[in-house]
């Protein structure tokens, strides 16, 4: 958490009454369409501490008060937070107004001061990017601090058919429509299929008091521009515009999942600064989902021209383009490996009986047998290398003995090639030679990395022969 | 083809001169890149003869100019089709204008004129969907009368843009983001990818003469309320717009794809007016995908809101909704049957020797042995008929016996049981009572419209059993 700004008055909640109000009222209907959408999305379980996030606007006021009315039938506890911007001179009398508001309904409200401006300022964000930062943050560490479950975000249909809108103008593929789920994380949206005039409707009817957001009329904020330009104009041509981008979302979410189970079940194989999987079977958008999780998860997620450029790369049997700093893609026969540039070890001298480390293939000297994988070697001078131009084996190439047991060109050059004095005895998976054993002196691959790689492409191979 | 109007002169192409123009400059730049566009994603093959459509509009005219350059590189032939709307005054003149361009490039030019308005308000629809049918009814019928393999369409990034847009704003899933695809059939967007700035530019360039096609400046038309409306707001937030929009067309165009591969997959078992698949193994998405698929077969597609309640029901064990006239969707077991009301046949005497059909089942009745599931009847009186409500075989109910034999709840009331008088002697896959086969009367299943389904269901049947 970055400068959080002055702290006013205290973390501590600021109310603490034994017992909070309880509605007898029958419910309203838009109380019982959220307590539904709860249940039926199982967004808060029985029992939750729940922080909901009040600004003080309609909204959140709306989602406070409908989650009072429903927090005995969902058996939950609620407690508030509310982060003063600083951002406009009203922002002080918005805080009054909360503090009040939490000491009538007798809900404990956690409460902060962050100068906003002067974050952004400070790193150079825009102001709607610097508040939500501030506000995220804080609303975490009261989470924490108070031991809730799961924070209330008073996001409606209105909110996510913007947030939609601002990703497709900006771009963005459809995954990245998937935005503002229902349940993320700890994070809750009761309200999100409700429309901005439901929640309008509510207050009126239940005559409830708040502030108006006034960031909510400025244009320079993108958000609001959406609002408030783009979104009537959109409307002349379908009023219910709100419904088809919840239909776009609701899609994505569908799509989101079905990328989850692809990933799960696509088999990654993860081995230090490099991810590899196995294309046999996958079509262009499976490749494609699962090169853009595992750039995301090296921080450095493909953009769209990327994307488009590797895909027409697809139909070669081989390639290997930079895609970020020091990250690389590879195509080899049937993987793809998606990994950072390292040092690679080129050159280990066997001289005692311990482990070797040969670029992540762990071989063990011993005077006895240690795997099933092993070989004998005279007592001489023995190490482990890395291929070198030229290299041959009789009047065979090295490059022609890994291409025909199929070890894909992004693994050869850090491929472990063991050597008694000049000559080469042993190649894992490729080629050993024939010793006999009487020196007593064993070398065991004990670690092979990429072994299920090799046996897949093996398994690829035969099937090949096979239906030739 | 509806009214296609006044033909004027003739469907007889108007020039038919030996040699068309060659030009002998070098290629242009835009030129390249959609000889490069053309060939990459294989949109002409070799030897085509290719129907350019020619409004006169500057698309029309810069795409007949640069196909006409580089239809050497291309190996392909060129004709020209233009179909006079009648909507504005105008169109006479542009109609004169092509005629001609066709004349100075010595391009082939099928012309005809159609009564849009008059159409559009015989049919109640709107202009601008009148004129499209109109056109693409007449390139059509043009392609086949001048044995053209491919129409040509100057449709560019703008009109893609407009299209996804509009799409958004009515409301679509992922896959109605697919529009206007470069190559769809026989038709071919060799533009597609090109911005209609740069297309203007290609004009002034080459000192091109077009016509205003005016009704781009008529907003009561939605496309052109979007075009002129819509879009330089959203240009406001991103002036690259159109490669947004372009980003979210190439990733739905990749999902396209890999829904036609899970269609491939699924094995849709299709026995007359149903279509059951096996959701064994698939997801919600996948599902989802499935069930769209096979209602559009029955003309009757899914909306989101069938959809968003379809997939609610999902976890259940099995349902059965009515999703339009007489076409229901059920689930049972494993499967899930999308099926038109029909008919059930409830009752069939077995009184010949000759082959009996009950509801698609088909029996021969034999002094033969005619297929390994048979059984032998008594010289009685046999009949076929439909489960009954109480319906017992000693003290247990046909229906727990169905159930143990996991018969989908969708078959069991067109599924057939075989009586011999009031005794019920067989129930194909579920019961069969020992008879001794003396009367030499053979009833045999020789054909079994739901076999696979009670098999992969009996081996799911199988696999929960091995798993307790």
Known sequence: MRRLGVRVPSLAPIFLLSAQRVCKLPLDELEIRVLKFVQENQLIPHGSRVLVALSGGVDSVCLLHILLNIKSKLQIKLLAAHLNHMIRPSAIHDEKFVIQLCKNLGVELYIERADVPKFCRENKIGIEEGARTLRYNFLEKVRKESSSDLIALAHNLNDLGETILHRIVRGTGLTGLVCMKPKDGVKVRPLLYISRSEIEDYARRKKLNYVEDESNYDVRYTRNFIRHRVLPILKEINPDLESSLKQLH??????????????????????QDRVIFYINDLDEFEIVELLKYCTEKFNEPLNYRQIESISRLLSKSSFSVCVADKLWIKKGFQFISIERERNKISFVKLDDFKEYNFNGWIFKLSDRIESENYIALDKNKNFIRSRRPGDKIGKIKIKDLMINSRIPEFLRDEYPII?????????????KCQVREVSGIFLSLIFDPYGCILKMSGLERRKRFERQ
């Open 419 to 431: 050597c008694d004095d000049d000559k080469i005895v042993w190649i894992p998976y490729v080629y």
């Open 250 to 271: 609701f899609a994505a979410n569908l799509l989101e999942k079905h990328l989850l189970k692809l990933i799960e079940k696509s088999r990654l194989i993860q081995f």
